[in-house]
Nanobody, 117 residues
């Protein structure tokens, strides 16, 4: 089992920055990839960024050039640095842990990000 707790969401003006954190606990050694998803009202959940246990990163089109995913392995914490935020970034952001072998994905409870124009 892996437990995930997000923090760092809030209200920010367009052009501003936020850093989301996801504290992980439990069997984190079993995780192959760490991901951030987001879901805006009335829209499907979309992948924002991912990082593998080897450090390989990948970004959704909406995040490229503005967001940076990172992980502090010593602290078992996943981060998402979001810069140049736009109103279209408004969503609930979820931390996800994908097992390296078999098993279910783990999800955090989500943190709200609201970007005002």
């Amino acid at each position: 089992q892996v437990q995930l707790v997000e923090s760092g969401g809030g209200l920010v003006q367009a052009g501003g920055s936020l850093r989301l954190s996801c504290a992980a606990s439990g069997s984190t050694f079993s995780i192959g990839a760490w991901r951030w998803y987001r879901q805006a009202p009335g829209k499907q959940r979309e992948l924002v960024a991912s990082i593998t246990s080897y450090g390989t990163t990948n970004y959704g089109d909406s995040a490229k050039g503005r967001f940076t995913i990172s992980r502090d392995n010593a602290e078992n914490t996943l981060y998402l640095q979001m810069n140049r935020l736009k109103p279209g970034d408004t969503a609930v952001y979820y931390c996800n842990a994908h097992p390296a072998w078999v098993g279910q994905d783990y999800w955090g409870q989500g943190t709200q990000v609201t970007v005002s124009s």
